[in-house]
């Protein structure tokens, strides 16, 4: 299983940015995505969830500015970021629950994190 994760840059206090992370593997089924960001010296916190059937759910910060979506058919998982803030600055990372189903037709649970793309908001 790969995520690969984009679309970070510099964005100024309420500007808008749109990531994307791309899961990839054969036989894969992906279930519930996330992203989760980390600041410098602080804790890695949830940013917004999303289930394969669509069911949403945001940390308070980001509640009313940011919009997790997901294309089903693509693996990919999307966040709409808007009206960011300075304390928005941080690496976005993703993250997959998944099912893949092995050589033996086995399946096989796991969780994997893509490797982050940083935003930059200044004030």
């Known amino acids: 299983v790969q995520l690969q994760a984009s679309g970070g840059g510099d964005v100024q206090a309420g500007g808008s940015l749109r990531l994307s992370c791309a899961a990839s593997?054969?036989?894969?089924?992906?279930?519930?995505m996330e992203w989760y960001r980390q600041a410098p010296g602080k804790q890695r916190e949830l940013v917004a969830s999303?289930?394969?059937?669509?069911?949403?759910n945001y940390g308070d910060s980001v509640k009313g500015r940011f919009t997790v979506s997901r294309d089903n058919a693509k693996n990919t998982l999307y966040l709409q970021m808007t009206s960011l803030k300075f304390e928005d600055t941080a690496v976005y990372l993703c993250?997959?629950?998944?099912?893949?189903?092995?050589?033996?037709?086995?399946?096989?649970?796991?969780?994997?994190w893509g490797q982050g793309t940083l935003v930059t908001v200044s004030s």
């Open positions: 593997g054969r036989r894969l089924r992906i279930n519930t």
């Open positions: 999303i289930t394969s059937g669509g069911s949403t």
């Open positions: 993250s997959a629950d998944y099912i893949y189903y092995n050589d033996y037709d086995e399946p096989v649970v796991g969780r994997h």
